[in-house]
């Protein structure tokens, strides 16, 4: 059985700096997809970032990257020049078709 | 083009009575998912349709819960007779492959008391 552990369960960060949200999985499978989604107060989440695992180079999308290490297992989101609009809870997520696995959460809080 | 839906958004019952939550997938999505997250824990995976098929049910919590997708369209989700620990937010995805992004609806927050 595949695990995700988000380890920081709440995080805040300076409008216009730049944040980590960390995330590690479990899993025996090689070939899998592992996601970043935000679901921002009342509404419904939405995917941020997607990462192939046979992928070696990081996943970027505008403001959000990933650091992919396969090895250590970790799958960590970077999010530059925050904005208030990013304020929400992050999951990460790994998926083994068709099924996602999410972390637990991080509520990251972008503060004016 | 319209979102995954899902009704109610909000829903509050009493213990022993019976509730279904719906969800509209996104047109032309073979594969619609249901999860829900308890409060203070994981979302958690309760099955997976392609189409009109139960591909996945690994994750129904018991014999209360059955889901169904008549004609490969819309799906729902009935819990009788509903329970307290049942109590959470209910989410429906679809996706048009089974590798592809999963699209979430905005939830059902079921309480039940």
């Known amino acids: 059985a595949q695990t995700v552990t988000q380890s920081q369960p709440e995080m805040s960060v300076q409008e216009a700096e730049t944040v980590t949200l960390s995330c590690t999985y479990d899993?025996?499978?090689?070939?899998?997809?592992l996601f970043w989604y935000k679901q921002p107060p009342s509404r419904q989440m939405i995917l941020v970032i997607r990462q192939e695992a046979y992928k070696q180079q990081n996943a970027t999308e505008n403001r959000f990257s990933v650091n992919f290490q396969k090895a250590a297992k970790s799958f960590s989101l970077k999010i530059s020049d925050s904005q208030l609009g990013d304020t929400a809870m992050y999951f990460c997520?790994?998926?083994?078709?068709?099924?996602?696995?999410f972390g637990s959460g991080t509520q990251l809080t972008v503060l004016p | 083009e319209a979102g995954v839906t899902q009704f109610p958004s909000h829903s509050v019952i009493e213990k022993g009575q019976t509730v279904t939550l719906r969800c509209d997938p996104i047109s032309g999505h073979d594969n619609l998912y249901w999860y829900r997250r308890v409060m203070g824990k994981e979302i958690k995976f309760l099955l997976h349709f392609v189409k009109e098929s139960k591909q996945d049910e690994s994750g129904m919590p018991n014999n209360r819960f059955l889901a169904e997708r008549t004609g490969g369209t819309y799906s729902t989700l009935k819990v009788q007779p509903a329970e307290l620990e049942d109590s959470g937010v209910y989410f429906c995805?679809?996706?048009?492959?089974?590798?592809?992004?999963?699209?979430f609806g905005q939830g059902t927050r079921l309480t039940v008391v």
């Open positions: 995805a679809s996706s048009q492959w089974v590798n592809t992004e999963a699209f």
């Open positions: 997520a790994f998926m083994k078709p068709a099924q996602l696995t």
């Open positions: 899993t025996s499978e090689s070939n899998y997809y």
